[in-house]
């Protein structure tokens, strides 16, 4: 097998890895699987800029934006002061991201979008399992 065959096999394997998670996940399970992947992603991008590597830094900058706006998209209208909140948070986040493209501190922007996100993926994980 050839080496593009076996990276092609590979991300197969690892996306219905991620599917059968995602299948067998409840709602909750699911918020910190996107929380873990848009810190995943920040923390890449993160990387990518101290690594002066402008179009990795950009591609994970995007996945970590598409993430949040679905939490967003996600988040229950009738939830009240929580989900309004949880409205507000991710659209500074949103909005800090899209200034790390252009911001001379690429990184520090980064760091705040993280610092914002952990304190809300801990607290998804340390709901009780419903």
């Known amino acids: 097998m050839g080496a593009m065959h076996r990276l092609q096999a590979i991300r197969q ?11 067998a996940a409840t709602p909750q399970q699911l918020v910190i699987m996107l929380l873990e ?3 995943d992603r920040i ?8 690594g002066n590597e402008r179009a990795a830094r ?12 679905y939490l967003k998209l996600c988040l229950d ?3 009240g002061a929580l989900s309004a909140r949880l409205a507000l948070l991710y659209d500074f986040c949103l909005r800090h991201l899209v200034q790390a493209n252009t911001a001379r501190d690429v990184v520090g922007a980064l760091e ?11 607290a998804w994980d340390e709901l009780p399992a419903r």
């Open 13 to 23: 394997y690892r996306d219905s890895s991620v599917d059968a998670a995602m299948a």
């Open 37 to 39: 992947g848009a810190l």
């Open 43 to 50: 923390a890449r991008a993160r990387c990518a800029a101290l």
């Open 58 to 69: 950009l591609a994970h900058i995007g996945a970590a934006i598409s993430v949040l706006e």
């Open 77 to 79: 209208p009738a939830g």
């Open 112 to 122: 705040e979008v993280a610092a914002v996100l952990r304190p809300i993926k801990q």
